[in-house]
């Protein structure tokens, strides 16, 4: 992967499920509602000072979310943050770099 483009589409794996459960708590504090479900079912990923991680998960019914996740540096030592995210989109919606 090239520094500052973003990775193609790629399936799900336990590692970004899990980068998803860690910031499930900012979206529902954003959004201020609880969502039943939260699987991840797709990711992209971009190197810059660090990961950014854009994930498409599915928090129920036909509802799908976008996160888009910072990861730092591992010598800074920081959480997760969610950076920004987008609501309202649905399960054909291209996972696209926001």
Known sequence: MMCGAPSAAQPVTAETQNIA????????????????VFEAVSFRSQVVAGMNYFIKVHVGDEEFVRLRVFQSLPHENKPLTLSNYQTNKAKHDELSYF
């Open 21 to 36: 459960d860690q910031v499930r708590s900012q979206l529902e504090e954003k959004e201020n509602k609880k969502f039943p």
